[in-house]
C-alpha cells in the first residue's frame, strides 16, 4: 500500500502512463500532491495547495485533472455529500472515520468492517462490489497521534517535506 506515496515527479509521470494518461506537468504535480501520503483532499484544497506550492493552476484544471483520475482510478472520489467531496489517494478498499469535531477523515482497515449480509433482506440476492463505510465518531484528543502515525507510515527516504523535516528534529532531540 505505500508503494506509490512520496514518489518524486519522475515515478509520477511513470505512474500516470501506466493508466493512460498523457503526464502533463500539471498533471504530474497535482498527482505529486495527493501522492504525498494517503490522504482525501477537497478540489479546492488541491487548488489552494497547488497555487501556493506549485505553478499556478486553474480551478478548471484542477477539477479536469481529477475527473480524469477518478476515471482511470489513480484516485478514489468520496462523496460525503454534494458539497463535502473529497479525493483519495488511497485507492485500497477501505472504510472511514470522520471526527465530527475536526471533520478529518481518518482511514479505516477494509477488514474492520464485514461486507453486509443481505440474506433475508428485500436486497437478497443482489451483488455486493464494494463496501465502503462512512463511521462517524470523536477522536477525544487522538487526532495528534493519529496524524504522525500516518505521516511516519508513508515518509520515503528521498523526500524532505517540512513536515518530515519537523519530525527528524523532534526525534533526533528526543
Ligand atoms: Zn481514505
Redesign the pocket.
Known amino acids: 500500500m505505500n508503494g506509490k506515496y512520496g514518489l518524486n515527479k519522475r515515478e509520477i509521470a511513470d505512474l500516470l502512463r501506466d493508466r493512460d494518461i498523457n503526464p502533463t506537468t500539471q498533471r504530474i504535480e497535482i498527482a505529486h500532491l495527493l501522492f504525498e501520503k ?1 490522504q ?1 483532499l477537497s478540489a479546492e484544497e488541491i487548488r489552494q495547495r497547488m497555487n501556493s506550492e506549485y505553478e499556478k493552476c486553474s480551478q478548471a484544471t484542477v477539477y479536469n485533472t481529477l475527473r480524469l483520475f477518478v476515471e482511470k482510478e489513480v484516485v ?1 472520489e ?1 462523496i460525503f455529500s454534494a458539497d463535502r467531496i473529497y479525493y ?1 489517494s ?1 485507492t485500497d478498499k ?1 472504510h ?1 472515520f470522520v471526527d465530527v469535531d475536526s471533520g478529518g ?1 481518518y ?1 479505516l482497515p477494509a477488514h474492520m468492517i464485514e461486507a453486509p449480509v443481505l440474506e433475508g433482506s428485500p436486497l437478497e440476492g443482489a451483488e455486493v462490489l464494494e463496501t465502503s463505510i462512512i463511521v462517524r465518531g470523536k477522536l477525544n484528543g487522538k487526532g495528534g497521534q493519529l496524524e504522525e502515525m500516518q505521516n511516519n507510515c508513508c515518509r520515503s527516504s528521498q523526500r524532505s517535506t517540512l513536515k518530515s523535516r519537523k519530525l527528524a528534529d523532534k526525534q533526533s532531540e528526543a
Do not use: G, S
Open positions: 494517503p482525501h478514489r468520496l483519495d488511497n477501505h472511514h477523515i482511514d
